[in-house]
């Protein structure tokens, strides 16, 4: 079945940092993907999506492409900030899964002044 | 977009009640979800419920023990019962509306079993 890998955390970076966090994917089909935020005591919020291959996702500075041949959906930003310290999910739902999320297993991010 | 409550918020229940948590959308949505966040662990499908019919369990839940309702197209209810510790995870709700493939998700009920 459909699954997300993501790179271990936790994450610590200084601020403006360089951001990397790795997801790679397997699918039988031709998934969305996404990327998902958990801000400390807050609910699960959308960052940014693909829907096919090439696509680029961005939001807040952060940005993630569609990548078919790596199969994979990293997530960078050039410069953090303290503020985006939380758990960030990658996570891919297509028609097998009948539009459910699969998730990854999260990336804890702590960024220190 | 949908916003997506949630009620309660949070609870403390003890082994062996239930708990009913309801899912409100403020428009109409073609699919709702369940999902459990277990501590410090990422999210895992519960169901997606159905409206108007039963809902369709992943593997490892069972309406016994997690039954959901869907009478209509804004509404949903999950239910935890026979409540034990390892039940004690944040549930979460969501939505997908009809030609985006974009997911929202409501705040969450923070459950601990005692």
């Known amino acids: 079945g459909d699954s997300v890998t993501q790179m271990e955390g936790p994450v610590t970076l200084s601020e403006e940092a360089f951001l990397t966090i790795n997801c790679t994917y397997t699918a039988t089909g031709y998934p969305s993907l996404f990327w998902y935020v958990q801000y400390p005591g807050e609910g699960l919020q959308l960052l940014l999506k693909?829907?096919?291959?090439?696509d680029k996702g961005s939001n807040k500075g952060f940005e993630a492409t569609y990548r078919k041949e790596t199969t994979s959906f990293h997530l960078e930003k050039g410069s953090v900030q303290v503020s985006d310290s939380a758990v960030y999910f990658c996570a891919l739902s297509d028609l097998s899964s009948g539009y459910a999320l699969n998730f990854g297993k999260g990336t804890s991010l702590l960024v220190t002044p | 977009s949908a916003v997506i409550s949630q009620k309660p918020s949070r609870d403390i229940c003890q082994r062996g009640t239930s708990l009913t948590i309801q899912c409100q959308v403020d428009s109409q949505v073609t699919m709702m979800f369940w999902y459990r966040q277990q501590p410090g662990q990422s999210l895992t499908l519960i169901a997606t419920?159905?409206?108007?019919?039963?809902?369709?369990?992943e593997s490892g839940f069972v309406i016994d023990k997690f039954p959901i309702s869907r009478p209509n197209l804004t509404f949903s209810t999950l239910t935890v019962s026979n409540m034990s510790p390892e039940d004690s995870s944040i549930y979460l709700c969501?939505?997908?509306?009809?030609?985006?493939?974009?997911?929202?998700f409501g705040p969450g009920t923070r459950l601990t079993v005692l």
């Open positions: 969501s939505a997908l509306t009809g030609g985006s493939n974009e997911q929202f």
């Open positions: 419920a159905n409206q108007g019919s039963e809902a369709t369990y």
């Open positions: 693909a829907t096919k291959a090439d």
